[in-house]
């Protein structure tokens, strides 16, 4: 099952977990799927027309994606990683 890696500033909804397990078979599910185990996830990712925010990238197996790829498939041994970037001032 792909892992998806939760940066720790997004790790409120999944009370503390960075990296879960999830049954997936592209980017948006993953996703999608740490949302229904962890409701409160997908706004912090995606905005209300189902588009990556702003700020937020994504990388599977540490290569990072396009924004629009979200149908990427995902592999039985892929790591999605989301990365919260977050400016300070």
């Avoid at 409701?39 to 924004?67: S, T, Y």
Wanted: aromatic content about 4%.
């Amino acid at each position: 099952m792909p892992l998806v890696a939760v940066p720790e500033p997004y790790r409120g909804p999944t009370r503390g977990l960075g990296e879960i397990q999830v049954d997936a078979s592209d980017v948006l599910g993953a996703l999608l799927a740490v949302e229904a185990a962890h409701p409160g996830f997908k706004e912090l990712v995606l905005d209300a027309n189902g588009a990556l925010h702003r700020f937020v990238k994504l990388f599977v197996n540490d290569e990072q994606i396009d924004r629009g790829a979200l149908d990427l498939p995902l592999g039985e041994k892929d790591r999605l990683g989301v990365l919260a970037a977050i400016a300070g001032g």
